[in-house]
Nanobody, 115 residues
């Protein structure tokens, strides 16, 4: 079993930045990819960014160039740093851990971009 806990959300002004953290615990040796997803009201959950065990990264077009996903293997934390935030970035952000045949999700953290 793997447990994921997100933190770092909150209210941010347009143009601002924030860093989300996802702390993993449990049997994390089987996790080959960690990702950040988001879900806005009335919309489907979508991928924001992901990072593999080897360090490969992918980003959604909507955040590419203003987001960075990184990981601290010693602390079992995956970070998502986002800048130049827009109101359309408002959503609940979820951390996801993928292992062969199973996915794990955190409880989510709310990010609201508003003046």
């Amino acid at each position: 079993q793997v447990q994921l806990v997100e933190s770092g959300g909150g209210l941010v002004l347009p143009g601002g930045s924030l860093r989300l953290s996802c702390t993993a615990s449990g049997s994390i040796f089987s996790i080959y990819r960690m990702g950040w997803y988001r879900q806005a009201p009335g919309k489907q959950r979508e991928l924001v960014a992901a990072i593999t065990r080897e360090g490969g990264r992918i980003y959604a077009d909507s955040v590419s160039g203003r987001s960075t996903i990184s990981r601290d293997n010693a602390k079992n934390i995956v970070y998502l740093h986002m800048s130049s935030l827009k109101p359309e970035d408002t959503a609940v952000y979820y951390c996801k851990g993928e292992e062969l045949g199973r996915n794990y999700w955190g409880q989510g953290t709310q990010v609201t971009v508003s003046s």
